[in-house]
């Protein structure tokens, strides 16, 4: 089989990580974050200060101040967190599709098919903990192994903070010594049954037959006798790309005044870009159709070197094509449709348009306030405008089939 090659890549002491970057003097504090000592609760995030007294994730808050007294006690806020996330692992998707979110903080890359691209991939796995750590500001532990269980087990021996790499045939050698408890298949009453037997290290679990192993675990007896192995041939679940986004109106009256078109497509732009943001997903193709009142439909489309995400240039481009379908027409116009299609989870990389963060910034926060406040409380210039026109034309009898903006 080809060997393949797989990075683990994990935020150390997460939570903690990012309360210490937003107040710097929490450095070097036993920060335990997940609530105040006197609620019910757990914590989720200890840093490694707080771990020396021997509090770890999970564990009740109670406990923890018992264990932790001085220990800084922060309730902690998710949507910051989730939004360091989803900076994470726009970064990492920058070096391969193959991405797979095992969690907030944690990450595996599958670079086997990208493998033309790198020249080493040991210095490529240095290289993004490195941007990681530079761009975020905050410690990662990374492993390197052919499959995602030496990776995660890599990593492990890698916290915190470092990067451990599991060399071609040095499998054997690294499980060897390893407790068995590392290995995720193994629950706590393996454990004992496993203790029972004087098995400790998973070298030790090699001596054990794959059917005395079945007649114990029954099918995860059989996991383990591969796990303990480093045998794993599980793929990465990696989160699907749709073809293509897409959306439209159709109007009850067709429609003939231009202003009124184009503030609709400017609408329509803008409810594209949502779930394209929400996917992290760039366009190469953007598509513009019309329905004419004798039903008749035509489109045209556009591919595009560097991908779009961001609203003001989709419509930019999507009014151009729609002019040029319009203006050509005598008929009025009975549907308007916007398509984004050939997708990719990738910031475009171009020395020309460099990537505005700023913009895609902008659009979190505008979707954050639509998402609490409604759509209409955000509105671009042309959708105020069309929304404008819709109050006028509704005060005239006429009605769009979009009934209201502000929904
Ligand atoms: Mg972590």
Known sequence: MRRRFIIHIDIDAFFAAI??????????????????????????????????????????????????????????????????????????SQYTPDVEEASLDEAYLDLTRCRPLYFSFSRTAREIKQRVEKELGISVSVGVGSNKILAKLATRRAKPGGLFEIGEGREEEFLKDLGIECLPGIGPKAQVILRMLNIHKIGDLWGLPRPTLRSLFGLSGEELFLQSRGIDSRPLVTASVPKSVSRETTFL???????????????????????LRRGRLFAHIIEVKVRYSDFKTEARRRLLVSPVQEMGRIYSIAQELF??????????????????????????????????????????AVDQVREKYGFGSLLTVREKMLESLYSFEKKRGFVLKTASLTK
């Not at 609530?35 to 509090?55: K, Q």
């Not at 184009?262 to 732009?269: D, E, G, I, N, V």
Request: proline share 6%.
């Open 19 to 92: 309360e210490e970057l937003l107040n710097p003097s929490l450095k070097g504090k036993p920060v335990i974050v997940g609530g105040l000592p006197h609620e019910r609760g757990v914590a989720s995030t200890a840093s490694y200060e707080a771990r020396r007294y021997g509090v770890h994730s999970g564990m009740p808050l109670r406990k923890a101040y018992q264990l932790c007294p001085h220990g800084i006690f922060i309730r902690g806020n998710y949507q910051i967190y989730q939004t360091f996330s989803e900076k994470f692992f726009h970064l990492l």
């Open 253 to 275: 009256q067709d429609l003939w005044d231009r202003r009124l078109l184009l503030a609709h497509l400017a609408y329509l732009c803008d409810r594209l870009t949502l779930p």
């Open 323 to 364: 002019l040029g379908l319009f203006s050509s027409s005598r008929l009025s116009l009975r549907l308007v449709g916007v398509k984004a299609s050939d997708l990719a989870r990738a910031r475009p990389l171009s020395l020309f348009e460099p990537y505005s963060e700023r913009s895609e910034r902008l659009g979190l």
